[in-house]
Nanobody
Framework: QVQLVESGGGLVQAGDSLRLSCAAS????????MAWFRQAPGKERDFVAG????????YYAHAVKGRFTISRDNAVKSLYLQMNNLTPEDTAVYFC?????????????????WGQGTQVTVSS
């Protein structure tokens, strides 16, 4: 099992940047595929970005490709999401998630470990 805690959310203006962090506990972080999802009020939880256990492979939702960058530092058991050129449509609660298996990144049902989420609000 791995426990996840997100941080770094906040209120920003359109065009600004934010960096989200996800701190993991447990000895096996290096074995987990990780991802970021987001959920806006009244909407389903959507995939944002995923990264392989080694960090060698990444995958992005079309809506964020070219603006967001996912990364991880296995030495400090942390996951990151650098978000640039934010728009009001990026407003949501952002969750980090972990799964023990490899393969596709974008199905929330595949992830068994979730953080509590961090709010990102982008004003126009």
């Amino acid at each position: 099992q791995v426990q996840l805690v997100e941080s770094g959310g906040g209120l920003v203006q359109a065009g600004d940047s934010l960096r989200l962090s996800c701190a993991a506990s447990g000895r096996t972080f290096v074995w987990y595929t990780m991802a970021w999802f987001r959920q806006a009020p009244g909407k389903e939880r959507d995939f944002v970005a995923g990264i392989s256990a080694s960090g060698g492979s990444t995958y992005y939702a079309h809506a964020v490709k070219g603006r967001f960058t996912i990364s991880r530092d296995n030495a400090v058991k942390s996951l990151y999401l650098q978000m640039n050129n934010l728009t009001p449509e990026d407003t949501a609660v952002y969750f980090c998630a972990a799964k023990f298996s490899s393969g596709t990144y974008d199905r929330p049902g595949d992830y068994r470990n979730w953080g509590q989420g961090t709010q990102v609000t982008v004003s126009s």
